[in-house]
Every structure is written in C-alpha cells, then in structure tokens.
C-alpha cells in the first residue's frame, strides 16, 4: 500500500480511539486526573536516560546527558510546576463578582514532535494534554520516529495502568506529510500542539484547527559594561552549548560593549571557546548555510570540534563552543541566524542604545518575540530592556536557553514558547495546561433591567421619566380643577418656542385657559385669599414663564427642579417655599 495512504489510515484510526477516549476521561475526577498524571511522571523518570540514548543514537543531535536532563526537566520539574493546578470542576469562585469559572476539557490534541528535542517534548505534551482531560495523538518528526514511539510507549502505558482509557495518548508510527496533515484537519481533531519547523508551524496555523505554534528563536545575548564578564560569558557558554544548542532559546550571537570587549573575548578563550580569525570564519560560513541561504542540517545538534572539522578548521578536542565577528546582519552574514549548534557571532557596540538596536536586528532576522539574554547589572537599562525589546522573554543573568523554559527562572516550565503576534503566533506564554482547557463561567443576576423610555420622554438625570412625571402632574391638576368645577382643559405638548407664560391663579369661571405645561406643571399664588398650590415639578421653561409675568412658583421639599432650573429659578427669585 502507498505509505501516504497507510499514514492517513493511521491517523484516523488512532484519532479514532483517542476521541473514544476522551468521551470517558472528560468525565473523571481531579483525583483520577493527578493519579494518572502522576504515574506518567514516574514512569518517565525511570526511563529518562534509556529514552535520552535512543534519541542521540537516531537523531546524531546532541549528547545522551543533556537530553537526560531535558527528559527530567519535563517529566519531574513541569510535574511539580502542573501538580498543584485545578483544571477539574470549579476552578474559581469570585462570590463579589458572583462568577463560577468551571473547567471543560478540550478534546482530541494533535502533538506535533520535532527530531531536536523529540523525547522531553514527547513527555512535557503528554503530562499537560492529561492534567487538562484531553486526549493527545503524535505526529513524530520522521527522522525521530523511533525515539518518539517508543516515549509514547512509556507514558500511555503508565497512564492507562493508573486508571486511563486505552488510546488516551496515540502515536503514527508511519509519519508522512500527508499523514500529519490528515491529523491536524480531521473533525475528531480538536486542538493542535505544533513544534517543529516554520512551514510545519504554517500548516498547523492553516489547517483550520485552533493551534498553539512556536516562531524561531534567533537570540542575541547582550552584555553590558556593568555585567561581570567572567558570569556572562560562563553563563552565555553553559546556554549555547547545552545539548549542542538544540533548544530554540539558545544563545545565537553575543553583542558586547567596546567598553568591557577585551575581557568578554579573554573569558571566552578561557572558558573554552575558539574565537576564530578572517579565514576560519569564511570556512565556517560555507558550512553553515546551503546555497539556497537556509540552515545545513548537517551542522544542527553537533559539537564544536565535528563542525570544524567539517570546515577544515582545527581546534582542540575539548572545545566548547566557535565563536566568529560579525559587522552585519541578514542572509550574507550567516553567522547572524539561528544555528542550532555551538556557533556564536559577536558584535562589538559603543553602548547599551546602540546595543539596543543590534538586538532588535538580530531578533528581526528569524526571531522575533522569542528570547532575549541580558547580562547587566544597571536597573534601568534592564528596565529600558524590557520596555522596547521584541522579545517575550528577557532572561537576565542567567543562561537564555535554559531560562526560557524555566530550569534556572521561574517562568512556568514548557518545551513551547509562544512567540506572539511578533512572531506569528496566537500566543507570547510558555504553553501550559491552563491553554489546554475551556473555561465556561456561570454569571449570576446582580442588577435589574431598567425600564426602556417611551417614545417621546427624555430621562432627567435623576433617572425618571419626564413624561411619566408629567402624566401624574396633570392628574393631579385635573382633579383640582374637578374639586373646583372646572372641566380639564386640553393642552398641547411644549414647542421649541415656549408659549407666553400667563400667571397661574386658583381657577375661576372667568380665568384664562392654561395653554401650556409648564403652565400646567407651575401653581403660583396671586390671590391671598386663594390656598397656595405647591407644584410638584418645575422645569426651565416654567422658571421663565413665571418670571415673564411677574408671578412666584410655590415648592416645597417634595417638589422635583431640573437642574437648570433650579439655577435659573435662583438668579430671577421666582421660588417660593411652602409653609
């Protein structure tokens, strides 16, 4: 059978189970999740190193105590970071607020491994897919199948002894393109974990399917004329050549300050680094890019004397790193690029402004919003760092590669650093379990729905409707005027042009007819015998009427005034009090 057609038949037979799966284990308790995830934790550790050798002997990246490092950094160190995190039922509850915030798993996650980092990556999403109730089905890098498979095998096998559903974590063991991309698109797909390459990284974005991809990290590593030279470069050192720079937050280029260049460059030659002249650097370059300008696998995950040797350079066995100037950035100065390997640029600048700027290039140059090492002791430059660098995570005298992930910072503990919208990803965080859930909240009712207004009334700036108080005024009024024996008049709404204002008398057979509502709303005294009327609301246009015709507006403490004619009523003294 073609290997594509069988590639594709596997991924939806494993996409199968998996969802299977999940249908049960969405439904388990916190205290079968953290059982489970427990044991895949414990299982992994027991097999860090055998699963670290398999992955050197099929990859040729980097050295077997390296990756037992990285397979114990994901299977013990994030296990800590994820144990104490509830993503089980009610996570949170605001009783202020009144909101319930309650987990709800995802679904069936597409695990795609790369072949740098292939066994650490394969435990870290497998612990962070379970803590979250979702299922997980790998795609293995094709040159680290075997490595993957077999880590895939150890941590399904754990979960479901400690309580799992079988096919909650699944792997291709026949990865094509095809294949992966069957996976990432299929309906029973619901998220896509994707680490790899920038195209891979493209697919997964295309494929329809949410996705938390990584951007490339090209990281500079500044040092600044109030860092302590010695740790820098130690530090520098320790990042770049960690598993022959397989991380993609390992240290690219060194940009160092004129003022401290000459003891930088002493401790690198000490350390163990060969800084390289005009010819061995040419040789180098040939090796580091392919004549299309892209990276040479060839040099990714290997030591610093094998890639010599590769150029024709001589260097003593126990080097540590080659370390090249460089003036420029872009595609005809490779050394500025990302190498994957125990390669470094340095560049010399005037001061930490101009240093500054050089990052900002080299990040621009495949790495934006990934990392940025700093090696500086001066607050506000730190400061300034921080606030104009588009790098999402500034690793401070430490080594930037191991910083990134969390082994020597407190940053949450990930083999997958999101790079933000700079770098082309939906995220800028180390991607947790807290990414791998829903949250549905559940809001209760704390204020009612005030009445909509009618057509036709404007709300005061009490709140009431003007026109629901008029209505009540002309009651009032109309039965006045019924205790009188007068029959209510017709009146008209107000105009733009308020009608001339007559005085407002207690009604008599021979009184004028009221015209107006702010005749209507107005009760003034003009006869002492008369009982005085106390209105009950006055607006503006009322204030002038009674002014206009010489007349007193009788209120008492009940009496509603607008604003403005309260203001106005003050300056013509047309305001009466009731005794």
């Not at 939806?12 to 895949?40: C, T």
């Not at 700079?422 to 800028?428: H, R």
Request: negative net charge.
């Amino acid at each position: 059978m073609d290997p594509d057609l069988q590639s594709i038949q596997e991924a939806r037979s494993l996409l199968e189970g998996a969802h299977a799966a999940w249908k049960q284990f969405e439904d388990y308790s916190e205290d079968q999740v953290d059982r489970i995830v427990k044991a895949i934790s414990e299982a992994a550790i027991a097999a860090a190193e055998r699963l670290a050798r398999l992955a050197v002997e099929e990859t040729g990246f980097g050295n077997v105590a390296d990756k037992t490092t990285k397979n114990l950094f994901s299977a013990d160190h994030l296990y800590r970071a994820i144990q104490p995190l509830k993503t089980v039922g009610i996570v949170r509850e605001d009783k202020d607020k009144q909101i319930l915030e309650v987990a709800s798993s995802v679904g069936v996650i597409a695990g795609i491994i790369p072949s740098t980092n292939p066994t650490s990556t394969t435990i870290y999403k497998a612990l962070i897919s379970l803590k979250g109730r979702n299922a997980i089905v790998f795609s293995p890098h094709p040159s680290a199948a075997g490595c993957i498979g077999a880590t895939a095998a150890v941590v399904s096998r754990a979960a479901v002894e400690a309580g799992a559903p079988e096919g909650v974590i699944g792997c291709m063991r026949l990865p094509t393109t095809e294949g992966t991309r069957e996976l990432m698109q299929n309906p029973k797909t619901a998220l896509i974990l994707a680490t790899g390459g920038p195209g891979l990284v493209r697919a997964a974005y295309s494929s329809g399917k949410p996705a938390f991809g990584v951007g490339p990290g090209n990281v500079p590593a500044y040092v600044e004329r109030s860092a302590d030279p010695a740790k820098a470069v130690e530090r520098i050192l320790t990042g770049k050549t960690f598993d022959n720079g397989t991380l993609c937050s390992s240290e690219q280029s060194i940009i160092c300050d004129e003022a401290i260049r000459g003891r930088v460059l002493e401790e690198l030659r000490r350390q163990g680094a060969h800084v390289c002249d005009e010819a061995e650097k040419a040789r180098l370059e040939r090796v580091i890019q392919t004549p299309r300008g892209t990276l040479n696998t060839a040099i990714v995950g290997k030591s610093a004397p094998h890639i010599a040797s590769l150029a024709g350079v001589d260097v003593p066995d126990g080097t540590r790193a080659l370390v090249a100037f460089v003036e420029g950035v872009g595609p005809d100065h490779p050394f500025s690029m990302e190498k994957l390997s125990p390669l470094l640029g340095f560049y010399t600048v005037a001061d930490w402004k101009a240093g500054c700027e050089r990052c900002i290039d080299i990040l621009s140059y495949g790495g934006l919003g990934h990392t940025l090492g700093l090696h500086c002791d001066d607050e506000e430059v730190i400061r300034q760092f921080a606030l104009h660098k588009p790098a999402f995570r500034i690793c401070v005298n430490t080594p930037a590669a191991l910083g990134a992930v969390g082994y020597t910072t407190n940053l949450f503990p990930s083999m997958t650093l999101g790079c933000g919208a700079a770098g082309g990803n939906i995220t800028s965080d180390n991607i947790s379990p807290l990414h791998l859930i829903n949250l549905k909240r559940v809001a209760f009712g704390v204020r009612d729905v005030k009445p909509a207004v009618s057509v036709g009334m404007t709300p005061d700036l009490s709140g009431r409707s003007q026109g629901t108080e008029r209505d009540r005024i002309e009651g009032i009024v109309d039965r006045w005027l019924a205790r009188k024996g007068a029959s209510p008049p017709l009146v008209s709404p107000p105009s733009s042009t308020p009608a001339a204002a007559t005085p407002l008398v207690e009604p008599s057979s021979s009184a004028p007819p009221l015209e107006t509502y702010g005749q209507l709303e107005a009760q003034v005294v003009s006869e002492p015998p008369a009982p005085a009327v106390v209105a009950a609301f006055v607006c503006e246009d009322d204030v002038r009427a009674a002014a206009g015709s010489n007349s007193r507006i009788v209120v008492d403490e009940k009496t509603i005034i607008t604003p403005s004619a309260r203001e106005l009523g003050g300056e013509l003294d047309v305001f009466v009090r009731s005794d």
